[in-house]
């Protein structure tokens, strides 16, 4: 392999293969490098893709007949939007409440909430197939695809970016393309932003259950291989902002939650006798009726997490430095409003963006910030959405659109009631080590025996009084260890605890479990194991530099998700 080449880009999710295919259609020299051992087996998505974007920015345009040749699974026609009550009993009767916004609801029709967002070629797809197909368009288009090859530092040459360093080499091209998702760590030495927080960030779960083609057709009325999108929001999210998806793919389900990853953090650390991993609030809607009767019978076969970024917190102004350009979630360019969850698309327009800008700056041979800086001309129409997201998000992202909402749309307009036999929906006391080993005992990991991807400083983790990143890692790695055994939610220490004060009084039993359970917090040390590592990037987020350092597995190993 030559080392030096026109373009590198990071990353061979849907924003750095369509660079690839871009700049490669033109003639230039260009290595995408991804640390998987196959595109898209660490990438996780709803997932909807929006094929069109402006004129020419689309999946359509960059692949015209993609419809044909792309692994997709339904044409999407339909989006909804539910706001879903718990369970109530009156009158010995079980029921919940539905109110339903389509594209024909008043709300919609008044611009509250935009159901009409179709573009005419929207498919579900599952990452793990999806990218591996669109890398597979890359090379056809003549890249180059190096794969198991993790980017760990950018290689300056005074101010200028000049190429990358990977686990194993060195290697050099006149401008390095970072699409290497939300937990790029490669935007950090560029200066253009510094480590994500808790307020910038979704935090998403997800389960993929496997039904068969005529159940799923049945179930959610669908015909000729089309989909539906089904958004949620409401009392199952116990407060939480955020909102649930369900997408239908040909024979799967993929179900899951996107929250704000600050109000989740708030909710768990200080409600933590509910809540005790982001899961639970999944496992909560799912048991709801409505839903439940979706998935009666279905099995399933993956569990996912992973970050997203609040384009409207952290979309980088400045996107490039001297020889480097950020695309897709690493940019930042991640849009959410109302039903509309949309990174992918946005990731393939920037990618496309960023391969024009490249071609400006060859026929000016400079690429420094002077000639870049065309790629934030062409980013314009993104920033204007993001500014839409950022209003969306004043009115779906505080506690008023779970609190409030919900009792002016049930009390004063009209609504479904529909009794059931479910008494209440309330989230499970299953112990939280059990609950994750069932789930990730099904996921496929290569093990890393010589090498753990996060550095922890032990003593700066066990001294953190809050600890919170223990309870928000979606599978187990971080665990509190004491006297009374090993947790991993603050949850089950608390259950611990209330039996033991339970057993020695009868008032303020309760009161007195959260009091102790947040003294043994303080006092526990933390245990940490790589090995069921989804790579989300939350702990990263959560703990301060001085305890965790988030980086990514090499050489191909860690998670791989079958669906994704
Ligand atoms: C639960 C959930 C639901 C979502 N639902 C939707 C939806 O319905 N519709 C939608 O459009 N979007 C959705 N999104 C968002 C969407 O997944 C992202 O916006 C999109 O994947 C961003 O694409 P990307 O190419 O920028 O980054 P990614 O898809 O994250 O790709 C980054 C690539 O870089 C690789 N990589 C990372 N670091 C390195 C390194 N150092 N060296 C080498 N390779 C590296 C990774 O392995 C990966 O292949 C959802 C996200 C989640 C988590
Ligand atoms: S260890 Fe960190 S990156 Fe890995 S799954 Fe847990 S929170 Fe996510």
């Known amino acids: 392999m030559t080392d030096k080449f ?17 700049l490669s259609r033109l003639g230039y020299d260009v290595l995408i490098l991804e640390k998987g051992k196959v595109a898209g087996q660490k990438n996780v998505s709803g997932g909807v893709l929006f094929g069109k974007y402006l004129d020419k920015y689309g999946l359509i345009n960059l692949i015209p007949n993609f419809e044909e040749e792309a692994p997709l699974e339904r044409k999407i026609t339909d989006h909804e939007v539910h706001m879903l009550s718990n369970v109530k009993t009156e009158n010995n009767i079980n029921s919940y409440k539905i109110k339903s916004i389509t594209n024909n609801s008043l709300l919609s029709k008044l611009g509250f909430i935009n159901t009409k967002i179709s573009t005419g070629v929207d498919y579900t797809v599952l990452r793990s197939k999806f990218d591996r197909w669109f890398s597979m368009k890359a090379i056809e288009e003549g890249a180059l695809l190096n794969t198991e090859n993790t980017v760990e530092n950018l290689i300056f040459s005074g101010n200028n970016v000049v190429g990358v360093q990977t686990t194993n080499e060195q290697l050099y091209a006149d401008l390095v393309i970072d699409s290497s998702g939300v937990t790029s760590n490669l935007i950090e030495q560029t200066g253009l932003r510094a480590k994500l927080e808790p307020l910038d960030t979704y935090h998403g779960v997800k389960h993929v259950y496997e039904l068969d083609k005529e159940t799923i057709d049945k179930r959610f009325k669908l015909k000729n291989n089309c989909g539906k999108s089904l958004v949620y929001f409401g009392e199952f999210m116990h407060g939480v902002n955020g909102g649930a998806f369900i997408y239908t793919n040909n024979t799967t389900i993929s179900i899951g939650i996107v929250f704000s990853l600050d109000s989740l953090m708030n909710k768990m650390t200080n409600n933590f006798d509910l809540i005790g991993k982001p899961v639970d609030i999944l496992e909560n809607f799912e048991k709801q009726p409505r839903i439940n009767e979706y998935l009666k019978d279905a099995t399933l076969v993956e569990y996912s997490a992973h970050n997203i970024p609040k384009g409207h917190k952290v979309m980088l102004n400045q996107p490039y430095i001297n020889g480097y350009m950020a695309t897709g979630d690493c940019l930042g360019a991640f849009v959410k409003i109302g039903p509309l969850i ?71 307009g009209s609504y479904d009631k529909i009794k059931c036999k479910i008494t209440k929906d309330n989230i499970s006391n299953q112990n939280s080590i059990t609950k994750i080993q069932n789930k990730t005992g099904i996921l496929d990991y290569e093990e890393d025996p010589d090498y753990s991807h996060i550095k922890i400083n032990q003593k700066n983790c066990d001294n953190t009084e809050d600890k919170s990143w223990v309870p928000l890692c979606p599978v187990n790695c971080y665990t509190l260890v004491n006297n009374k055994g090993i947790f991993a939610s603050f949850k089950d220490l608390y259950q611990y605890n209330l039996k033991l004060i339970a057993a020695k009084q009868t008032i303020n039993v309760e009161n ?50 079958r669906y994704g």
């Not at 590198?8 to 295919?21: F, N, R």
């Not at 790579?535 to 001085?546: A, E, L, M, W």
Request: net charge positive; with cysteine; proline share 3%.
């Open 6 to 22: 026109d373009v590198i880009v990071v990353g061979a999710g849907p924003a750095g293969c369509s660079s690839a295919i871009h």
């Open 342 to 412: 949309d990174g992918m698309r946005r990731a393939i327009a920037t990618g496309i963006m960023a391969g024009e800008t490249f071609d400006y700056a060859r026929k000016n041979n400079d690429y420094s910030i002077n000639s870049l800086s065309r790629y934030k001309e062409l980013l314009q129409p993104i920033y204007s959405d993001i500014n839409k997201s950022r209003f969306d998000s004043r009115l779906f992202e505080n506690e008023l659109a779970y609190t409030l909402t919900p009792k002016i749309l049930f009390n004063f």
């Open 512 to 561: 007195d479990a959260k009091q102790l359970t947040l003294e043994d917090i303080k006092k526990s040390k933390v245990s940490f194991d790589h090995v069921a590592c989804v790579s989300c990037g939350t702990c990263g987020v959560i703990g301060p530099k001085s305890s965790i350092i988030f980086n990514h597995e090499r050489s191909g190993h860690g998670i791989k998700f």
